[in-house]
Nanobody, 123 residues
């Protein structure tokens, strides 16, 4: 059974930084593509960033490119999302997800999800 657990969310001011973590238990972590998504009460789940197995490929939503960095540590079975220069519009619940298939921007491609961690950015 694959389980994902996010941590690192919180309330910060605009311009601050946060680092989210997502620890994965069960399954073959090193073979999974991993992604971060975010959702607000008024919007559908949006793609934020993804990293392929072996970290050969990373890609980002245009809205976070240059500010956010996704990474993975296969020894720790954990992925990270370093978020810099945070803006109020980054406020959302951030969830990590895992897929045994090719990494993509589509939530439907991911089989396993964490419960999410709240990030709130005040102006």
């Amino acid at each position: 059974q694959v389980q994902l657990a996010e941590s690192g969310g919180g309330t910060v001011q605009a311009g601050d930084s946060l680092r989210l973590s997502c620890a994965v238990s069960g399954g073959t972590f090193s073979s999974y593509g991993m992604g971060w998504f975010r959702q607000t009460p008024t919007k559908e789940r949006d793609f934020v960033a993804a990293v392929s197995e072996s970290a050969r490929i990373t890609f980002y939503a245009e809205s976070v490119k240059g500010r956010f960095t996704i990474s993975r540590d296969d020894a720790k079975r954990t992925i990270y999302l370093q978020m810099n220069s945070l803006k109020p519009e980054d406020t959302a619940v951030y969830s990590c997800a895992a897929t045994p298939r090719a990494t993509s921007r589509s939530p439907g491609n991911y089989d396993y999800w964490g419960r999410g961690t709240q990030v709130t950015v005040s102006s």
